[in-house]
């Protein structure tokens, strides 16, 4: 018995040394090499040997991480509103915006016709208006609207210069209206003036502003009006009696 273990002794020597040359040389070698994600076999890792912030967000299983396990506050800025469904009742606020908006649209369009309307009867009561741009509109006492102004129901009788209003030469005349702010009327409005059953001019014809012929400087003669409508002339130098014409507006 003893003789075999001395027997062997050399070969068991030999296999021992040749044991330890490969486990030394298997450790130098895994000391060497680098250990790459090939090397590490799938879900073979626990999650304690992981480095904080090395695995990004989008590697992790979805569902992974529950809600009551995030800390803090997720602000807007960090939400992709396209991942959302649409808010419980927005349905109902966009149809409340929508009636809303309906309604404006209804009360402007009303509103607008009512403007209008408002544009139309100011115009068809422009014509009684008080005023126009601040002026007062309409006949003085003593006068009536014709043709568009307002006319002297009589032959004037309230020339500056002439108390009694005695017949006047046709510049005379002419200044007295003006004094006034009226002018003298033209000689075919008289003429149709006259033809009113509440007017009755003078019987001695009456000036007009239209002038005939000249015949020499200052001579001249003016178209007088006589109290059936008549048109005659006569020369500026003479004296008639006269009646003026006022705008509407004053």
Same mark, same amino acid.
């Given at each position: 018995? /003893? /003789?075999?273990?001395?027997?062997?002794?050399?070969?068991?020597?030999?296999?021992?040394?040749?044991?330890?040359?490969?486990?030394?040389?298997?450790?130098?070698?895994?000391?060497?090499?680098?250990?790459?994600?090939?090397?590490?076999?799938?879900?073979?890792? *626990?999650?304690?040997?992981? /480095?904080?912030?090395?695995?990004?967000?989008?590697?992790?299983?979805?569902?992974?991480?529950?809600?009551?396990? !995030?800390?803090?506050?997720?602000?807007?800025?960090?939400?992709?509103?396209?991942?959302?469904?649409?808010? *419980?009742?927005?349905?109902?606020?966009?149809?409340?915006?929508?009636?809303?908006? =309906?309604?404006?649209?209804?009360?402007?369009?009303?509103?607008?016709?009512?403007?209008?309307?408002?544009?139309?009867?100011?115009?068809?009561? =422009?014509?009684?208006?008080?005023?126009?741009?601040?002026?007062?509109?309409?006949?003085?006492?003593?006068?009536?609207?014709?043709?568009?102004?307002? &006319?002297?129901?009589?032959?004037?009788?309230?020339?500056?210069?002439?108390?009694?209003?005695?017949? #006047?030469?046709?510049? /005379?005349?002419? @200044?007295?209206?003006?004094?006034?702010?009226?002018?003298?009327?033209?000689?075919?409005? !008289? =003429?149709?003036?006259?033809?009113?059953?509440?007017?009755?001019?003078?019987?001695?014809? @009456? &000036?007009?502003?239209?002038?005939?012929?000249?015949?020499?400087?200052?001579?001249?003669?003016? +178209?007088?009006?006589?109290?059936?409508? #008549?048109?005659?002339?006569?020369?500026?130098?003479?004296?008639?009696?006269?009646?003026?014409?006022?705008?509407? +507006?004053?």
């Amino acid at each position: 018995m /003893k /003789k075999a273990v001395r027997a062997n002794s050399p070969a068991v020597a030999i296999s021992l040394t040749a044991l330890f040359l490969a486990l030394g040389g298997t450790v130098y070698a895994a000391g060497k090499a680098r250990v790459n994600g090939r090397t590490i076999v799938v879900k073979s890792l *626990p999650g304690n040997r992981l /480095k904080l912030h090395s695995v990004a967000a989008n590697r992790l299983r979805p569902g992974a991480i529950s809600a009551s396990a !995030l800390s803090g506050q997720l602000s807007g800025a960090q939400i992709d509103a396209r991942t959302l469904g649409q808010v *419980p009742n927005a349905g109902h606020a966009v149809s409340a915006d929508s009636a809303d908006n =309906a309604a404006h649209a209804e009360t402007a369009d009303s509103a607008q016709h009512a403007a209008e309307a408002d544009m139309a009867l100011n115009a068809v009561n =422009a014509i009684a208006a008080e005023t126009v741009n601040g002026h007062e509109v309409g006949c003085k006492t003593g006068t009536v609207p014709f043709a568009g102004s307002c &006319w002297q129901t009589s032959p004037d009788d309230s020339a500056p210069d002439e108390p009694e209003n005695p017949p #006047v030469t046709a510049p /005379k005349a002419a @200044e007295n209206c003006a004094k006034q702010g009226g002018t003298l009327p033209g000689a075919l409005e !008289l =003429a149709a003036f006259a033809k009113r059953p509440d007017v009755t001019l003078d019987a001695g014809d @009456e &000036w007009s502003s239209d002038l005939t012929n000249f015949s020499g400087p200052n001579s001249y003669a003016i +178209v007088t009006v006589s109290a059936t409508g #008549v048109l005659n002339s006569a020369a500026m130098n003479l004296g008639r009696r006269y009646r003026c014409v006022f705008p509407l +507006v004053h």
